[in-house]
Nanobody, 120 residues
Framework: QVQVVESGGGLVQAGGSLRLSCAAS????????MGWFRQAPGKEREFVAT???????SYKESVKGRFTVSRDNAKNTVYLQMNSLKPEDTAVYYC??????????????WGQGTQVTVSS
């Protein structure tokens, strides 16, 4: 079981940066793939970035080169460094955990979300 809590959201001007954190409880944090998702008003939740238990990362095409996902297993924490932010990045950002060994690809543990607002 993993409990997930996001933080670090806020209001930033276009071109600015934010660093989101995802603190997770659990004894086997390193065994989980960790994902970042976002949901804008009136739109469906979408994938943003993933860092697997192996350390491999994947990104939504539109954030490549701007966002970086990382993890510190000793701190049970995942980060999303967001640079060169654009107004279209405005959304509630969620952190989620998936037990990699299941191979299901389903993220079963979700945080409450943190708001990111990018102004023009």
């Amino acid at each position: 079981q993993v409990q997930v809590v996001e933080s670090g959201g806020g209001l930033v001007q276009a071109g600015g940066s934010l660093r989101l954190s995802c603190a997770a409880s659990g004894r086997t944090f390193s065994s989980y793939d960790m994902g970042w998702f976002r949901q804008a008003p009136g739109k469906e939740r979408e994938f943003v970035a993933t860092i697997r238990s192996s350390g491999r990362t994947s990104y939504k095409e539109s954030v490549k080169g701007r966002f970086t996902v990382s993890r510190d297993n000793a701190k049970n924490t995942v980060y999303l460094q967001m640079n060169s932010l654009k107004p279209e990045d405005t959304a509630v950002y969620y952190c989620a955990a998936h037990l990699s060994s299941t191979g299901s690809g389903v993220y079963e543990y979700w945080g409450q979300g943190t708001q990111v607002t990018v102004s023009s």
